[in-house]
């Protein structure tokens, strides 16, 4: 059997027939930039994130800038955020003249609300958690230190779309929240794509002139901005997704389920947690990713590989203060022990049960377990 990590057709034939239609509809009316379709987006992925405003940006690194920006967040600050996270959301920190300072995560592989404190300073002026592979952090314990030490919150959720913390989605908890469209992401445009949500009138209306050139609905120029418009064939398809993001999600937390149950008894991996399906349940995880640790992990996906299944690492296994290039000269050690174990097993909506199954006959074949 051959299960490849991602499908990438799979983004647009899974519902090909209306994304078709939209797609065509919108290339014929002529409407291409900040048109109906991108204002419906912005509604609709509001209305879904239970907050008052959506604005469509070009890609999450962007958004994560402009929110940057709109936080405050300027030169001389420091950010405090975790390493294992794409190099995005610390070159956002960079764009705006901050200097990025990184936190351990803990287990569930997010910032360790722990390590938070006591980096600390007196230029320390946000905390951005980034909400990986489709979890929220413990968004209670970081607001609650935020507010302590008069920090604003900037949230990463590219990878957070529709998971949960007690009841509130990812994306809302700070001054605004990114998400990402990218192709693989749970919510995958036919390219790059990504929005900023937020309840405040005023962030969002900054916001909405950043994105594009500074100006206001009156076309005056009110400040500096940029092009950074989400186009309205990606807004046209994301709506056809938008409606159906409950089912992905529902699939996603199956496929889940069914890896837990099946390798829950292999001593040699650490596993997400699998989701709760309770009402009351403090994490509603949506899986974005099935990232495990793994002993000998390396050996693992080599014999997944030989056996047609591909495994990714997670920004190819380093912590974004490992890539020398960069200059960072923190070290982490909790952070670089997780990232050394950890991989990522095929999760997306292509997946079918017998693939779920098939992988995971093999790793418990490479542990002896069968
Ligand atoms: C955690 C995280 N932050 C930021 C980004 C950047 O998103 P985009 O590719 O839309 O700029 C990604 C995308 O992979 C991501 O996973």
């Not at 700070?174 to 309840?199: E, M, N």
Request: with cysteine.
């Amino acid at each position: 059997m051959q299960v490849p990590f991602f499908r990438y057709p799979h983004v647009y034939d899974e519902h090909h027939v209306d994304i078709e239609q939209a797609l065509l509809r919108t290339a014929a009316s002529g409407s291409y930039i900040m048109q109906q379709e991108l204002r419906e987006f912005e509604e609709r992925l509001a209305e879904y994130c239970g907050v008052r405003h959506a604005v469509g940006v070009g890609n999450a690194t962007d958004g994560l800038e402009l929110n940057l920006r709109v936080a405050g967040v300027g030169y001389g600050d420091e950010v405090l955020l975790p390493s294992h996270t794409f190099v995005a959301t610390a070159a956002a920190v960079i764009a705006v003249g901050a200097k990025p300072v990184f936190a351990e995560i803990g287990q569930d592989h997010l910032i360790d609300p722990d390590d938070i404190e006591h980096r600390i300073t007196e230029r320390t002026t946000a905390i951005m958690p980034a909400q990986l592979n489709g979890r929220t952090a413990d968004m209670e314990r970081i607001t609650a230190i935020a507010e302590r030490h008069g920090l604003k919150i900037v949230e990463d959720s590219a990878q957070g779309l529709g998971s949960r913390f007690c009841g509130r989605m990812a994306g809302t908890f700070g001054v605004a929240g990114v998400f990402s469209f990218y192709p693989a992401k749970i919510l995958g445009a036919l390219g790059d794509g990504g929005a900023v949500v937020t309840d405040d009138e005023e962030v969002a209306q900054t916001l909405r002139q950043l994105r594009d050139h500074g100006r206001d609905e009156t076309g005056e120029v009110v400040r500096w901005g940029r092009n950074s418009r989400l186009d309205n064939l990606q807004a046209a398809v994301l709506l056809v997704k938008l409606a159906r993001i409950g089912e992905a999600i529902t699939t996603r937390r199956r496929l889940a389920a069914r890896y837990h149950q099946a390798l829950k008894g292999i001593a040699e991996l650490v596993l997400p947690p699998p989701p709760d399906e309770s009402a009351s349940a403090v994490h509603y995880d949506v899986f974005q990713n099935y990232e495990v640790e793994a002993d000998e992990r390396d050996g693992l996906r080599h014999h997944l590989r030989d056996r047609g299944v591909a495994t990714l690492l997670q920004w190819s296994g380093k912590g974004v203060h490992q890539f020398s290039a960069l200059g960072f000269t923190q070290s982490l050690p909790t952070t670089e022990a997780i990232m050394n174990r950890s991989m990522m097993l095929p999760m997306n909506t292509s997946l079918i049960d017998d693939e779920i199954d098939y992988i995971c006959e093999e790793i418990a074949a490479f542990y002896g377990n069968l």
